[in-house]
């Protein structure tokens, strides 16, 4: 019995053992298996945003100075772009929570031949490029797509009728195809714990399925609706290559202006400023989801 205490005194780091020196104790100093993982994100991520940061406080004449946050917040173009970018994100967002639940009721609660390879096809769609799905669209509605060639045969007109794609309205397509997937994974996974004996309980007692879905399945789904609605209006905020494929000229978010201040206008002050915006507005809606969430938690 004192051997198996000896042991334990040795092994938690309270005496020594025999012939060595005290063992080292882990537990009590945490921060050294923080050390690596923060290490490595200081030199990855934090030192490069750093640089961004220091880089929109330097204007081109020399200095340190908020005199390029003063110039790119008075330009028409940065009002125009940011206005662009939240009304497109909020509308991809709104689109994908609705699509996405409705497909994610289709698919969980419908039998059909099919279901869980389609299930499974989501997991794949999830690692597609965006610009492939954008490309896919201009295929289909593109101006010598197949919708207008279909329409130009069969009506010998010149042109066709769909030229919406290098609109606003085509991007906001191109994104609500391209993320609502991901609303659609985290319902599916939330369904799939759904008790079932609570619709049959409220099928029995004739409640409707329009009914049965807002009163039963909507409640259990919200945890999921809030948290892939967050993650596609982050995205959305930083979509680049949906915008810049679907050729879109009239249309520039904050990410498509920083490309043009940077390579088109060498504006670098200019662009990382924007950068720097468009950085604060994610995390702010990111620290925004985390409190609305913990809440909804409580």
């Known amino acids: 019995m004192a051997e198996v205490v000896r042991r334990l005194r040795v092994r938690r780091g309270w005496s020594r053992p025999r012939g060595g020196s005290r063992t080292s104790n882990t537990a ?85 031949p099919g279901a869980r390879a389609v299930a499974r096809f989501i997991d794949v769609f999830l690692s597609f490029p965006t610009f492939l799905i954008t490309l896919a669209l201009l295929f289909v509605y593109g101006t010598v797509g197949m919708a207008n060639g279909l329409w130009t045969d069969l009506t010998g007109a010149a042109d066709g009728p769909f030229q919406f794609l290098t609109t606003p309205w085509g991007v906001l397509l191109a994104e609500i195809t391209y993320f609502t997937p991901f609303v659609v994974r985290p319902l599916l996974a939330a369904f799939s714990q759904l008790d079932t004996a609570q619709l049959e309980a409220a099928g029995s007692l004739g409640a409707r399925p329009v009914r049965i879905v807002r009163r039963v399945i909507l409640p259990e789904a919200l945890p999921a609706l809030a948290a892939g609605g967050s993650l596609v209006l982050v995205l959305c905020l930083n979509e680049f290559g949906i915008v810049l494929f679907t050729g879109a000229k009239g249309v520039t978010t904050l990410p498509m202006l920083v490309h043009s201040k940077a390579i088109l206008e060498s504006d670098y002050p200019g662009a990382c400023v924007v950068a720097v915006v468009n950085v604060l507005i994610s995390v702010g809606l990111y620290g925004l989801y985390r409190v609305v969430s913990r809440r909804a938690r409580a």
């Open 28 to 112: 009590s100093r945490p921060w050294l298996a923080a050390v690596p993982p923060v290490a490595l994100l200081a030199v990855l991520f934090l030192y490069p945003l750093a640089l961004v940061v220091q880089q929109s406080l330097q204007p081109d004449t020399g200095g340190t100075s908020f005199q390029p946050y003063a110039d790119v917040f008075a330009s028409d173009a940065f009002r125009e772009a940011l206005w662009t970018t939240v009304w497109l994100a909020a509308g991809s967002t709104v689109g994908c929570l609705v699509l996405g639940f409705v497909l994610a009721l289709v698919i969980a609660f419908v039998p059909f």
